[in-house]
């Protein structure tokens, strides 16, 4: 249940609240300790080749149940303002090593589709136009859905940005999460 107008963000009233989370927590500890040693590989593995670290896989597919199939990067993520401005060095690599998993460009006005996939198009797949500034949240959804792709799960597409409004619009397209572009773009360890 979302939290409307006025909610303090309290512990929830709803029946079952408690049990529900006991039986969660008790699931994951008994699930953590039996994981086999080839699926962690594995995931380590599929992290490393989407460009994530560990822990932030990890926790977008315990929360989701799914695996990150795209990225949805805002053009602010990616440093693009401009027409015919082209990707830095740093993010254009990061983004040429994501191996098997989508790369979407959000484009926020006055920048169109066109105009970053022109410049860009080697390491991003497809591009579509961003909710504007001022829509309502019903046409923010809509936009996002658009974004997204048909065919993908909105929890297996993780959304890379650098604003607050592109969190939100994270949340009107149903997204796997928020990534803050600085740390997915930060260098590995």
Excluded at 89 to 106: D, F, T, Y
Excluded at 135 to 164: E, F, H, Y
Aim: contains cysteine; proline residues 5%.
């Amino acid at each position: 249940m979302n939290a409307g107008i006025g909610h303090n963000n309290g512990p929830s009233m709803d029946r079952g609240v408690s049990y529900r989370r006991h039986c969660w927590t008790k699931a994951r500890k008994q699930l953590l300790p039996s994981m086999p040693i080839e699926v962690l590989r594995g995931r380590v593995r599929r992290a490393r080749e989407i460009g994530l670290d560990y822990k932030t896989y990890a926790t977008v597919r315990a929360t989701t149940g799914r695996d990150i199939v795209a990225f949805l990067f805002s053009t602010n993520a990616l440093r693009l303002f401009r027409e015919a401005q082209t990707l830095e060095q740093v993010r254009a690599e990061k983004l040429a090593g994501v191996i098997a998993c989508e790369r979407r460009a959000l484009t926020i006005a006055p920048l169109t589709p066109d105009m970053v996939l022109a410049g860009q198009g080697h390491v991003l797949d497809s591009a579509a136009a961003a909710p504007g500034v001022h829509n309502v949240w019903s046409k923010a959804v809509i936009v996002m859905d658009a974004a997204r792709g048909a065919g993908l799960p909105a929890d297996a597409v993780l959304m890379v940005g650098d604003t607050t409004l592109e969190r939100e619009w994270s949340q009107a397209g149903r997204l796997a999460g928020y990534l803050d572009a600085a740390r997915f773009f930060a260098p590995a360890p």
